[in-house]
């Protein structure tokens, strides 16, 4: 009863209760016969959102107004250079990859400085850098649309006992972000940062640096997401990364993470993850028109988000 | 017993409150008169924030009852209806919004200021209180909160405690009313007090400064461990019996040599060019004290020192400079997080081994200093804002404390903490300070300053005066503190 009772009080547990519904609701209404197709697209889909949601969920620990809006453009442009670099050769794999994190790692500088030297809030910051990151994609790109090499499309698309390649990468960035929150210096120090910025400062925490790297640790990510992304779907696209603006968003509070900052958990990103696909898959299993499932979508997330805040005050 | 009085403003009767296992209240009576001043002591955690709660309607007692004179039969109690009866009180946590002005602060406790022209109502009403309280105060009643210094603060708290709209006040609660203001406008401030009383008033004075009580309140009420274990007439006691009563010891002041083999100079800071005010310097091993009257460039001093310490981008590997924080919500605490975490953080970079916090080491180091500074826990693992304002102080002393830095920066850190505790820091400092440690000290109260063998008075952003040894003497730095504005 006891050891019930801690696993509710956890704050990634409803995300994952939510996410597991919805499942069986989608399956029940195919007899069962889809369980193992749902199950490997949801992991699939879910983990390129669990990518970006890490990063984004650093930002948001950081504190009220921290928030990276340049994920989708810096998808979309590490996945255009990459695979433009590439030239679908298998043997320029490694070379698109480090061109794609170094897209990451450009946005990342480029929008702490746009933050810090400048003095812009970081809505605004990383709004107005995504103009300019999009732009240079679709300039680079200019309809262009090349296939990613076929290793890539391979390991992206396949299965490994299966489990999909992809959620198992996402599992691997997860453990490592696990790591970096609950036993790092780093993962004290965003903690710290996202309570109370002037006590932080004041008790030594080097304020500049932890927000820089969690800057370029978002863009990074998210440039990782852009290549494996264009790779799974056969070539990169100039809205690629739309909709992972509120979905990078959606996965941090849905999943437990504190909204105000100075909060953050892993788990929970991908019980939300999870849930957000299968939300959309079970209303269109259920032949939902596309306005009613927005609409149903909305008051879903608004529903598990109040359910779990509800279970946090208590 | 007065308890029984039929014409006390506030009556609580064998009030007993309970916080889960914790017994705050452990059957107290308490009265007030028209006419009396009451004053309220006992250490940290001995129940007088829990029984203001019961007077303001904060709180409801779990037995025994609270009758404010005035309300009707079967009236249950609340803080509006305190309110409407006229109590007032002035929180030792300071609860204006930092992001209005002072007029609009003022509109919130007076509902009765409404229509056109409420500002300018409004401004009429907190200047007034605010010229008859602290005559010269010199505060913009069309200031943002946040941009007045703590002092101003308080004053502006207590100006609206005792302002009047639709209600008259009869009953008032100051609840550590001088711990951010200097002396000057401490003696402004219980000056009112003793006119608001012969007008037929009501104060109750919770303070730690004992000389105050004394010499303000007309009856001293002595708390301990939820009960009331001494009430007399304040003319009774002296600070030594009133300590006695509390259940600690005045430990007299050890008399120091001044620290005639000066150490190496760790810090200084240049005074601006043309200001003509003295440079800052600070040896090894030294107590620096910073005085003068409140918010005149002390704790901007003390944070420009700490950011000229660097460690913006990057932690440094020796750290050089610690802050112990006065006004802990803004300056100190992590509100999330766990005691042992607060209590850690800064010297975090001496526990990771290749990027990752050694947790066993960490909780250690905490168990040790939570008993070297008594922290009132159960356990370590309980949330910062689960302990007493003066314990979560503590936490902070800790905090930098526990750090290797050999220069420590303290920007009114006793704020809030009882007796006992600051003679247990008092000594603490003595021995790192004889260690090599060096301490720049800001403090608003004359016995911590008289603590530091070198002091720097301050006056409207520059340093006027430089005392040393036996020089240190409350009538040297007040004159130092008020000279030109004498002459």
């Given at each position: 009863?006891?050891?019930?009772?801690?696993?509710?009080?956890?704050?990634?547990?409803?995300?994952?209760?939510?996410?597991?519904?919805?499942?069986?609701?989608?399956?029940?209404?195919?007899?069962?016969?889809?369980?193992?197709?749902?199950?490997?697209?949801?992991?699939?889909?879910?983990?390129?959102?669990?990518?970006?949601?890490?990063?984004?969920?650093?930002?948001?620990?950081?504190?009220?107004?921290?928030?990276?809006l340049?994920?989708?453009?810096?998808?979309?442009?590490?996945?255009?250079?990459?695979?433009?670099?590439?030239?679908s050769?298998?043997?320029?794999?490694?070379?698109?990859?480090?061109?794609?994190?170094?897209?990451g790692?450009?946005?990342?500088?480029?929008?702490?400085?746009?933050?810090?030297?400048?003095?812009?809030?970081?809505?605004?910051?990383?709004?107005?850098?995504?103009?300019?990151?999009?732009?240079?994609a679709?300039?680079?790109?200019?309809?262009?649309?090349?296939?990613?090499?076929?290793?890539?499309?391979?390991?992206?698309?396949q299965?490994?006992?299966?489990?999909?390649?992809?959620?198992?990468?996402?599992?691997?960035?997860?453990?490592?972000i696990?790591?970096?929150?609950?036993?790092s210096?780093?993962?004290?120090?965003?903690s710290?940062?996202?309570?109370?910025?002037?006590?932080?400062?004041?008790?030594?925490?080097?304020?500049?640096?932890v927000?820089?790297?969690?800057?370029?640790l978002?863009?990074?990510?998210?440039?990782?997401?852009?290549?494996?992304?264009?790779?799974?779907?056969?070539?990169?696209?100039?809205?690629?990364?739309?909709?992972?603006?509120?979905?990078?968003?959606?996965?941090?509070?849905?999943?437990?993470?504190?909204?105000?900052?100075?909060?953050?958990?892993?788990?929970?990103?991908?019980?939300?993850?999870?849930?957000?696909?299968?939300?959309?898959?079970m209303?269109?299993?259920?032949?939902?028109?596309?306005?009613?499932?927005?609409?149903?979508?909305?008051?879903?997330?608004?529903?598990?988000?109040?359910?779990?805040?509800?279970r946090?005050v208590? | 017993?007065?308890?029984?009085?039929e014409?006390?403003?506030?009556?609580?009767?064998?009030?007993?409150?309970?916080?889960?296992?914790?017994?705050?209240?452990?059957?107290?009576?308490?009265?007030?008169?028209?006419?009396?001043?009451?004053?309220?002591?006992?250490?940290?955690?001995?129940g007088?924030?829990?029984?203001?709660n019961?007077?303001?309607?904060?709180?409801?007692?779990?037995?025994?009852?609270v009758?404010?004179?005035?309300?009707?039969?079967?009236?249950?109690?609340?803080?509006?209806?305190?309110?409407?009866?006229?109590?007032?009180?002035?929180?030792?946590?300071?609860?204006?919004?930092?992001?209005?002005?002072?007029?609009?602060?003022?509109?919130?406790?007076?509902?009765?200021?409404?229509?056109?022209g409420?500002?300018?109502?409004?401004?009429?009403?907190?200047?007034?209180?605010?010229?008859?309280?602290?005559?010269?105060?010199?505060?913009?009643?069309?200031?943002?909160?946040?941009?007045?210094?703590?002092?101003e603060?308080?004053?502006?708290?207590?100006?609206?405690?005792?302002?009047?709209?639709?209600?008259?006040?009869?009953?008032?609660?100051?609840?550590?009313?001088?711990?951010?203001?200097?002396?000057?406008?401490?003696?402004?401030l219980l000056?009112?007090?003793?006119?608001?009383?012969?007008?037929?008033?009501?104060?109750?004075?919770?303070?730690?400064?004992?000389?105050?009580?004394?010499?303000?309140?007309?009856?001293?009420?002595?708390?301990?461990?939820?009960?009331v274990?001494?009430?007399?007439?304040?003319?009774?006691?002296?600070?030594?019996?009133?300590?006695?009563?509390?259940?600690?010891?005045?430990?007299?002041?050890?008399?120091?040599?001044?620290?005639?083999?000066?150490?190496?100079?760790?810090?200084?800071?240049?005074?601006?060019?043309?200001?003509?005010?003295?440079?800052?310097?600070?040896?090894?091993?030294?107590?620096?004290?910073?005085?003068?009257?409140?918010?005149?460039?002390?704790?901007?001093?003390?944070?420009?020192?700490?950011?000229?310490?660097?460690?913006?981008?990057?932690?440094?590997?020796?750290?050089?400079?610690?802050?112990?924080?006065?006004?802990?919500?803004?300056?100190?605490?992590?509100?999330?997080?766990?005691?042992?975490?607060?209590?850690?953080?800064?010297?975090?970079?001496?526990?990771?081994?290749?990027?990752?916090?050694?947790?066993?080491?960490?909780?250690?180091?905490?168990?040790?200093?939570?008993?070297?500074?008594?922290?009132?826990?159960?356990?370590?693992?309980?949330?910062?804002?689960?302990?007493?304002?003066?314990?979560?102080?503590?936490?902070?002393?800790?905090?930098?404390?526990?750090?290797?830095?050999?220069?420590?920066?303290?920007?009114?850190?006793?704020?809030?903490?009882?007796?006992?505790?600051?003679?247990?820091?008092?000594?603490?400092?003595?021995?790192?300070?004889?260690?090599?440690?060096?301490?720049v000290?800001?403090?608003?109260?004359?016995?911590?300053?008289?603590?530091?063998?070198?002091?720097?008075?301050?006056?409207?952003?520059?340093i006027?005066?430089?005392?040393?040894?036996?020089?240190?003497?409350?009538?040297?730095?007040?004159?130092?503190?008020?000279?030109?504005?004498?002459?």
């Amino acid at each position: 009863m006891n050891a019930l009772r801690m696993v509710f009080s956890k704050p990634w547990i409803w995300a994952f209760i939510a996410a597991g519904g919805v499942f069986f609701v989608t399956v029940m209404f195919t007899g069962g016969a889809s369980t193992i197709g749902l199950g490997q697209a949801a992991l699939t889909f879910a983990s390129f959102s669990v990518i970006v949601g890490l990063g984004q969920m650093f930002v948001i620990t950081l504190g009220p107004g921290n928030v990276d809006l340049s994920i989708p453009a810096t998808m979309t442009l590490a996945a255009t250079l990459a695979l433009k670099v590439m030239e679908s050769q298998n043997g320029m794999i490694f070379v698109g990859l480090l061109v794609a994190l170094g897209v990451g790692l450009g946005v990342g500088i480029a929008n702490y400085a746009l933050i810090k030297a400048l003095r812009i809030p970081p809505i605004i910051a990383t709004l107005s850098s995504s103009f300019i990151i999009q732009s240079t994609a679709i300039w680079s790109n200019r309809g262009l649309r090349i296939r990613p090499p076929q290793w890539m499309a391979d390991l992206t698309t396949q299965s490994l006992f299966g489990v999909p390649n992809v959620a198992l990468i996402a599992l691997g960035i997860t453990l490592v972000i696990f790591v970096l929150l609950e036993k790092s210096l780093y993962g004290r120090w965003v903690s710290a940062i996202g309570q109370n910025m002037r006590a932080a400062r004041m008790a030594g925490v080097p304020v500049d640096g932890v927000r820089f790297a969690t800057y370029v640790l978002c863009a990074v990510l998210a440039s990782l997401a852009g290549f494996l992304l264009a790779s799974f779907s056969g070539g990169a696209a100039l809205n690629m990364g739309t909709e992972y603006l509120l979905t990078s968003i959606a996965v941090v509070v849905i999943g437990g993470t504190a909204v105000a900052g100075g909060f953050a958990n892993v788990p929970g990103i991908w019980g939300a993850s999870l849930f957000l696909f299968l939300v959309v898959s079970m209303l269109n299993t259920y032949g939902a028109s596309a306005g009613v499932r927005m609409l149903l979508t909305g008051v879903i997330i608004i529903g598990v988000i109040i359910a779990a805040s509800r279970r946090r005050v208590a | 017993m007065i308890s029984g009085d039929e014409t006390a403003v506030i009556a609580v009767d064998g009030a007993e409150k309970s916080f889960g296992a914790v017994r705050a209240l452990d059957g107290v009576s308490f009265s007030v008169r028209p006419h009396e001043c009451v004053g309220l002591v006992g250490h940290n955690g001995a129940g007088k924030s829990t029984l203001v709660n019961l007077i303001t309607g904060g709180l409801a007692p779990d037995s025994g009852s609270v009758l404010v004179s005035g309300m009707a039969e079967g009236e249950k109690f609340s803080i509006a209806g305190a309110r409407a009866h006229g109590v007032r009180c002035v929180f030792q946590e300071l609860s204006l919004c930092p992001n209005l002005t002072v007029e609009e602060n003022t509109r919130i406790t007076h509902p009765a200021l409404k229509g056109l022209g409420w500002r300018r109502r409004a401004r009429a009403l907190i200047a007034g209180k605010l010229d008859a309280i602290f005559p010269g105060h010199g505060i913009d009643c069309t200031r943002m909160i946040g941009d007045l210094s703590i002092a101003e603060r308080q004053m502006v708290e207590i100006a609206t405690a005792f302002s009047e709209s639709d209600t008259r006040v009869r009953l008032v609660i100051l609840d550590e009313p001088t711990s951010s203001l200097d002396a000057g406008l401490a003696a402004q401030l219980l000056g009112y007090v003793r006119k608001f009383v012969s007008e037929g008033g009501a104060v109750v004075i919770i303070s730690h400064i004992l000389g105050e009580i004394l010499s303000t309140a007309d009856r001293v009420v002595v708390m301990k461990d939820g009960r009331v274990v001494s009430e007399r007439r304040a003319a009774e006691f002296t600070v030594e019996t009133l300590v006695g009563a509390m259940g600690s010891v005045v430990r007299a002041r050890d008399a120091r040599a001044p620290s005639a083999a000066a150490g190496e100079i760790v810090l200084t800071r240049k005074a601006p060019a043309g200001s003509g005010g003295i440079d800052f310097v600070a040896r090894r091993g030294e107590l620096v004290g910073l005085a003068g009257l409140g918010g005149h460039g002390q704790t901007r001093m003390l944070v420009g020192l700490f950011n000229a310490g660097g460690g913006d981008w990057v932690s440094p590997k020796d750290p050089r400079i610690a802050f112990v924080a006065g006004d802990r919500h803004v300056d100190g605490n992590l509100p999330l997080w766990s005691i042992l975490r607060n209590m850690t953080i800064s010297l975090l970079p001496d526990l990771t081994r290749r990027g990752l916090v050694d947790t066993r080491a960490e909780a250690e180091i905490a168990a040790r200093w939570r008993e070297r500074i008594e922290v009132r826990t159960k356990d370590m693992a309980n949330p910062i804002l689960s302990l007493s304002g003066g314990n979560q102080q503590k936490v902070l002393f800790a905090r930098a404390l526990a750090t290797r830095a050999p220069v420590v920066l303290m920007d009114d850190p006793m704020r809030g903490v009882d007796i006992g505790t600051k003679q247990e820091v008092y000594a603490m400092l003595r021995e790192e300070a004889a260690k090599g440690r060096t301490f720049v000290w800001y403090s608003t109260e004359m016995d911590e300053i008289c603590q530091c063998d070198r002091v720097y008075v301050f006056r409207e952003g520059r340093i006027v005066a430089e005392l040393a040894g036996a020089e240190v003497s409350e009538e040297r730095i007040l004159s130092a503190s008020f000279a030109e504005a004498a002459a």
